[in-house]
């Protein structure tokens, strides 16, 4: 996951992580974390475009309810 | 992190031909020194140039790039420069060049339209292509948050606007400090996640309208949605004009406070011109009652025979008066002889009586007529020339006369005072600065417009947001397999939606905590009064000084919201993810030796690479290099040639 980005932007997402996880654990526990770090993952592109965001969560989420599903 | 190895100019400002500065790509500070007017801001404009296009002149108003060219090489005709920045970011090397080219057929340039830019970008010796180029540059240095990188120490003022939560100047530094620290990662995810909540609502309206169970509630909440969908269209497009007319007042304040000498000037003038109005009124009704009294002046000339004629008159009225009284008593006594006397009561002896006849003239009736007729005679004049002495014409007209003297000289003075001023606004565009004002005022009665609309807009929403979701309890308790999917999905946008919603919040406290604490560690070290304890942070990122009383202080001199701006600066360097060099133009202007000597020993501290644009005044060399001592890795002095030539020369490399 980490060998497109910078030590600095890793820095960055590992601390924007850790909030979005406490929040997680603390008031979503019903929520994959994985899934949480996936959507945190593609936004951390600044460069995307919306759709691309979009699109890349919608997978995310697409494919953590088929196996969720199986 | 971006490091700056060396910037090539070619006839870019003051700078004639080609010439270049070298960076040592160890960490610490590298020093210009310059004179005024030797080309310290131009060095600052060649970085911005070369990232960004753009080039800034005094405030922050864009320069025109046909006068940015050498003008010495320009005056023989040859126009245009160049900057080239070779860095290095995260391992690779990177070479950005920018040009500005006289277009085909131009001979001597006039605008920005006369020329055309080219650049490139190449990255460890390959060219890349012009998308690629700005996504590289995009992520390696934001235009937006580059005020923390090229920082002008004259645009402190903007630094003090985060102070306030009402300036758009400070929402858009606060928005590119929370750009720079990871922000927008968390409200784009919360965008994108709040965009497919919608979308999964209309698919389980759509699903749910598939099916005769659930048809009622589907339509519903389709309508439901549509009008979500509009109402989320109007908000967006309310905001985007709000953005607009946001920007708009900010560029209004901006040229405002550039012109706020001017503006004063012509209120005062304004001010001056209305009070000539008043005076010039006065000096109208005041000539009126001059010229009235004008028309009886002359008697003021008569005055004194007049007085001398009123004299006579009176003594002949007293003589009259004493004769007739003599008279009267006479003949009361010839009437009443034996009675007592009319004057006093006592009784009169014969023998006075006999003398009184003697001494008093007995009137006869027809003398006693005449002189009854000049007495009312005299009279009558008396008391006309009386009237006519105390009319006083004399003081009056002096009264009036002085008054309207004073109204003259009033008059001159506030008219020399506006000559004055017009002469001050000789070349200045007055109705462009009135425009400004009218502009200033009308956009912001435009924003209170747009910002009541946002929020009845959004009223709607939140009602619409209830009814969905009451809608959305009704068909949970009805199962049918397609809904049920769909209705699952829902439930698990909304939920990713309002984690991410909340963790935006969240990361938005932390960060200002941990700024707050960098920024007050740096500044317990730059400051030199002791009884500070640090910096309190606000919503907006603005940072006040805090006492170790626990009081904060409210007022401080350009010289601390220096020092307060470059802890910000530091604080931010710490806490982002883009961290590269801090190039600071005028940094020690407005401090003591004391405060100097601090931060040139702190910044080192602040981030691995500064460049300082100064002149010996401001930071001598020799405490330079006492205090920076191995962190100095280059000095450059900006040499005169003449008034449009410097040349780059290296005291130390």
């Known amino acids: 996951m980490s060998k497109n980005m910078t030590e600095t932007e890793e820095s960055q997402f590992q601390a924007l992580l850790e909030t979005v996880e406490r929040l997680r654990s603390e008031k979503f526990s019903s929520l994959d974390p994985a899934l949480v770090k996936e959507i945190l993952w593609v936004h951390s592109n600044t460069a995307a475009e919306t759709a691309d965001l979009s699109r890349g969560v919608e997978m995310a989420v697409d494919r953590f309810l088929n196996v969720e599903g199986e | 992190m971006l490091q700056i190895k060396a910037l090539h100019l070619e006839n870019f400002g003051p700078f004639k031909g080609k010439q270049v500065i070298k960076f040592s790509v160890e960490d610490g500070v590298t020093i210009i020194y310059g004179e005024n007017m030797r080309g310290k801001t131009s060095l600052l404009n060649a970085i911005r140039f070369v990232f960004f296009g753009k080039v800034i002149g005094r405030g922050t108003k864009s320069m025109p790039l046909h006068k940015v060219g050498n003008w010495e090489e320009a005056s023989a005709g040859r126009h245009g420069f160049m900057v080239r920045l070779d860095f290095d970011d995260g391992g690779h090397n990177y070479e950005l060049t920018r040009r500005c080219v006289l277009k085909n057929g131009v001979s001597s340039p006039s605008s920005d339209d006369d020329y055309g830019i080219e650049h490139y970008l190449k990255k460890d010796g390959d060219v890349l292509g012009p998308q690629q180029s700005q996504a590289e540059l995009k992520r390696i240095l934001p235009e937006q ?81 549509a009008q979500r969908t509009e109402l989320g269209k109007e908000i967006e497009r309310l905001e985007g004009d709000l953005d607009k007319a946001r920007s708009q007042k900010a560029s209004l304040e901006e040229a405002m406070k550039k012109k706020e000498r001017v503006a004063a000037l012509l209120e005062k003038r304004d001010t001056i011109e209305k009070l ?304 590269g060099p801090i190039v600071i133009y005028s940094p020690f202007g407005r401090l003591d030796r004391n405060h100097t000597r601090n931060i040139v020993r702190a910044l080192p501290t602040m981030t691995k690479q500064v460049v300082l644009l100064v002149y010996d005044d401001e930071l001598p060399p020799d405490l330079a290099r006492s205090e920076l001592k191995g962190k100095l890795r280059g000095e450059w002095m900006l040499e005169r040639v003449n008034a449009r030539h410097t040349n780059l020369a290296s005291l130390k490399e």
């Open chain 2, 145 to 225: 948050i580059s005020r923390f990188f090229l920082f002008d120490g004259e645009l402190l003022q903007e630094y003090e606007d985060l102070l306030s939560n009402e300036t758009d100047m400070g929402r858009r530094i606060s928005e590119a400090i929370e750009r720079i620290l990871g922000v927008p990662i968390l409200t784009s995810a919360r965008a994108t996640l709040h965009h497919l909540k919608e979308k999964s609502e209309h698919r389980e309206a759509t699903a749910a309208q598939g099916d005769q169970k659930t048809r009622e509630f589907g339509n519903q909440l389709a309508d439901l949605h």
């Open chain 2, 276 to 579: 000539l109005k008043q005076i010039e009124s006065k000096r109208i009704t005041k000539e009126a009652e001059v010229q009235r009294a004008m028309s009886t002046a002359w008697c003021t000339l008569l005055i004194e025979p007049v007085r001398a004629v009123g004299k006579s008159l009176r003594e002949r009225e007293s003589d009259l008066q004493t004769e007739l009284m003599r008279a009267d008593v006479l003949k009361s006594l010839q009437v009443n002889a034996g009675a007592p006397c009319p004057a006093c009561m006592q009784e009169v002896s014969l023998k006075a009586q006999e003398r009184l006849q003697a001494s008093l003239h007995c009137l006869s009736g027809g003398e006693r007529l005449e002189k009854d007729v000049e007495l009312s005679n005299l009279r009558r004049k008396i008391a006309a020339l009386q009237q006519y002495e105390e009319s006083g014409h004399e003081s009056v007209l002096k009264i009036l006369w002085d008054g309207l003297e004073e109204i003259l000289i009033d008059y001159s003075a506030k008219r020399s005072e506006r000559d004055e001023i017009d002469k001050q606004l000789e070349n200045v565009d007055e109705e462009a600065l009135r425009k400004t004002k009218f502009d200033f005022e009308s956009v912001i009665r435009q924003i209170d417009v747009i910002e009541k609309g946002i929020a009845k807009t959004r009223s709607a929403l939140d009602e619409n947001n209830a009814d969905t979701e009451a809608i959305q309890k009704r068909l949970n308790k009805l199962s049918t397999g397609t809904v049920d999917s769909e209705r699952k999905r829902r439930q698990l946008f909304s939920e990713l939606h309002s984690l991410f919603k909340e963790a935006v919040g969240a990361y938005r406290e932390q960060l200002r905590k941990r700024v707050e604490a960098d920024a007050s560690t740096h500044f317990k070290a730059l400051t030199t009064e002791p009884e500070y304890a640090g910096l309190q942070i606000n919503g907006s990122y603005g940072l006040t000084i805090l006492h170790r009383d626990g009081s904060l202080i409210p007022v401080r001199s350009a010289g601390a919201e220096h020092v307060v701006a470059l802890c910000l600066m530091g604080a931010l360097q710490n806490n982002a993810p883009l961290r």
